[in-house]
C-alpha cells in the first residue's frame, strides 16, 4: 500500500494520461525491435501478449489482469450480463461456473464471489464469497469476504446479522456476529475468532494489520496480536518494514516487524520499500532513503514518479512534458523523447510506456535500452507477469 501526495506537475502529467486513453495514434517509423500485432481485433477487447508482441490468448476479455501460478481471472460477457472466472495460459476456464468476482490464484486457491441466487431482501448481508481450487473445484463454505491463504490460513469476515440458510456448519449464533473477522483454515473451518476488524484481508510478510475500537496494530497467522494497537493507520509490511501514522493527519515512519518504529514519524506521504528503497518527501525535500533513513538520492534534475523496479525507477525530467529512468546512483540512463512522455515501473525487462502525439495516445513496451520492444498499438495494457502481459486491443 502507498501514501503518497501528488505534487501539482504530477496531477498534470495523469490528467493528461487520462485524456490520452480516448485516442489512437501509431508509431511513426520502424523499428527492428518493434514487432506489431498484425490480426484485426475489436475495440475493448483484453488478450494476452507475450514478450514478443505475439498474441497468446485472443482478445475476448473485459478487464486486465495478472498471471499468477499460472492462471488468470478473466471478465466476460455471456447472455448479456459480465461475468468472471479463472482460465490457464491457453485461454481454457478451469470451470464452468460463471462467477461475480475471482481474485488471483495464490497457492493453489483463489477468493471467488458467487451468483447469489437467494430470494432473500437485497438488504440482508448474504455470504456469497468462497475459494475455487487449481481443479475447479469450489470449497463448501461461505463467507461475507475474505482473504488469500498464507501458510494454510486465511482471514475471512462473517456475514452482519443473523442468517438462516444452510452453510454447511454454524458458524454465528442465533444473534449473528457483528462485523466479525475470523482465522480460518484450508477448509474453511474456523480457527478463531480475531480481537478486531481486519484493515486488509490478505498478509504481508506473516502479519496483517488489524484494527482495534481506533488504533491498528498486527497480527500473526496464529491469529495472536504480534504488535499491539497503537498506530492511527498502518500499511502492508515490504522488505521487512511497513509504514504507519501515529495520529490523524500525521507524518509517517517506518516499523519492523517487532514493532520499533527504526524510521521516526517525519515523512510526508512515503511509499513501500522497494529494492532498498523508499520514495519520500521530507519537508523540502524529496527523494529516495535508505532503510536507515538517509537520503541516498535527491531530486536533482528530475522529479520521483515509480518506485524501482528491474533497478530502474521512473522520473519526470525537468522539462514540459519528458520524462526517463534513473539508476540507483540517481543518473538518468534512459531519457524518454517526446512523443514518448511517460513509463510505468519495469517488470520482467520491459516497462508499458504511452506514446503520446496530438492529443491521443496508445501505449507499448520499451526495453532496458529505451527502445521499442514492442510497438505502442493497445489503448491500454498491463505489466508482464510469469511472461504474459494483458492488453487491450483496438481495430487496425
Not at 447472455?79 to 485461454?91: P, Y
Not at 523508499?278 to 523540502?284: F, L, R
Request: one cysteine or more; proline letters at 5%; charged letters at 25%.
Amino acid at each position: 500500500m502507498q501514501f503518497y501526495r501528488f505534487p501539482s506537475h504530477q496531477v498534470l502529467a495523469i490528467c493528461l494520461l487520462g485524456i490520452a486513453l480516448f485516442g489512437l495514434s501509431s508509431c511513426r517509423g520502424s523499428s527492428t525491435h518493434c514487432r506489431s500485432i498484425e490480426r484485426p481485433v475489436y475495440r475493448g477487447e483484453w488478450g494476452f501478449i507475450d514478450q514478443t508482441g505475439a498474441v497468446v490468448i485472443k482478445p475476448q476479455f473485459n478487464s486486465e489482469a495478472k498471471f499468477k501460478d499460472g492462471l488468470v481471472n478473466a471478465s466476460f460477457t455471456a447472455d448479456g450480463k459480465d461475468f468472471m472466472t479463472i482460465v490457464d495460459r491457453k485461454g481454457v476456464p478451469i470451470t464452468s461456473l460463471r462467477l461475480k468476482k475471482t481474485l488471483e490464484m495464490l497457492n493453489d486457491v483463489a477468493v471467488v464471489e458467487t451468483l447469489d441466487k437467494s430470494d432473500k431482501p437485497k438488504e440482508v448481508d448474504l455470504p456469497t464469497q468462497t475459494y475455487i481450487n487449481r481443479d475447479g473445484t469450489i470449497m463448501p463454505c461461505r463467507f461475507r469476504e475474505c482473504g488469500n491463504f498464507s501458510n494454510g490460513v486465511a482471514v475471512a469476515s462473517l456475514p452482519i446479522g443473523p442468517i438462516d440458510f444452510p452453510m454447511g456448519e454454524k458458524m454465528f449464533d442465533e444473534k449473528g456476529y457483528i462485523g466479525n473477522y475470523v482465522l480460518i483454515g484450508r477448509r474453511g473451518n474456523i480457527l478463531k475468532k480475531l480481537p478486531g476488524g481486519a484493515v486488509r484481508l490478505n498478509f504481508s510478510e506473516g502479519l496483517i494489520p488489524l484494527k482495534v475500537k481506533t488504533k491498528t496494530g498486527y497480527m500473526d497467522r496464529k491469529g495472536e496480536v504480534a504488535i499491539p494497537p497503537k498506530f492511527w493507520a498502518a500499511a502492508d509490511f515490504k522488505e521487512g518494514l511497513a509504514c504507519v501514522c501515529m495520529t490523524n493527519g500525521g507524518k509517517w515512519g517506518f516499523i519492523n516487524h517487532s514493532g520499533d518504529l527504526v524510521l521516526p514519524c517525519i515523512f510526508d506521504g512515503p511509499s513501500e520499500f522497494n529494492e532498498g528503497l523508499a520514495k519520500v518527501d521530507k519537508g523540502s525535500e524529496s527523494g529516495f532513503i535508505d532503510e536507515t533513513g538517509a537520503f541516498v538520492l535527491r531530486e536533482k534534475d528530475w522529479k520521483c514518479w515509480g518506485n524501482f523496479s528491474d533497478g530502474l525507477a521512473a522520473v519526470h525530467l525537468n522539462k514540459p512534458f519528458s520524462g526517463g529512468f534513473i539508476d540507483k546512483s540517481g543518473k538518468v540512463v534512459i531519457k524518454l523523447k517526446p512523443p514518448i512522455y511517460l513509463g510505468d515501473d519495469f517488470h520482467e525487462g520491459l516497462c508499458k510506456t504511452n506514446f503520446y502525439e496530438n492529443n491521443r495516445g496508445t501505449f507499448g513496451y520499451i526495453n532496458r535500452s529505451g527502445d521499442w520492444q514492442i510497438k505502442p498499438q493497445f489503448i491500454e495494457c498491463s505489466d508482464f507477469s510469469e511472461g504474459l502481459a494483458a492488453v487491450c486491443f483496438h481495430k487496425q
